[in-house]
């Protein structure tokens, strides 16, 4: 398969609001590249799409652990924040 073919079909996926295929795409990008940020953001959406929300604060971590620039970390860390707030929030 051509690069980021699983990342890109995961993508759309998720946009589509099937969280279910996205995920199941994007863990085959990630087995693919396990480093790459952006697929371990989509995946915190598809996760988090699903109601796992510890999955998702996982990926999110990940994503910002893997970032290449400061503006993707801090943008991580800020969505990790309020995912973290909204988790504290719910019973």
């Given at each position: 398969q051509p690069p980021f073919y699983f990342f890109e079909l995961g993508k759309a996926a998720?946009?589509?609001?099937?969280?279910?295929?996205?995920?199941?795409?994007?863990?085959?990008?990630l087995s693919r590249d396990p480093d790459y940020h952006e697929v371990h953001f989509w995946l915190a959406l598809a996760d988090a799409g699903l109601g796992d929300l510890k999955a998702a604060r996982r990926h999110l971590s990940e994503a910002m652990a893997n970032s290449t620039t400061r503006g993707e970390h801090d943008l991580y860390a800020a969505k990790l924040d309020r995912l973290q707030a909204s988790m504290r929030a719910t019973p």
């Open positions: 998720v946009q589509r609001g099937d969280f279910e295929a996205g995920r199941a795409l994007l863990q085959r990008e």
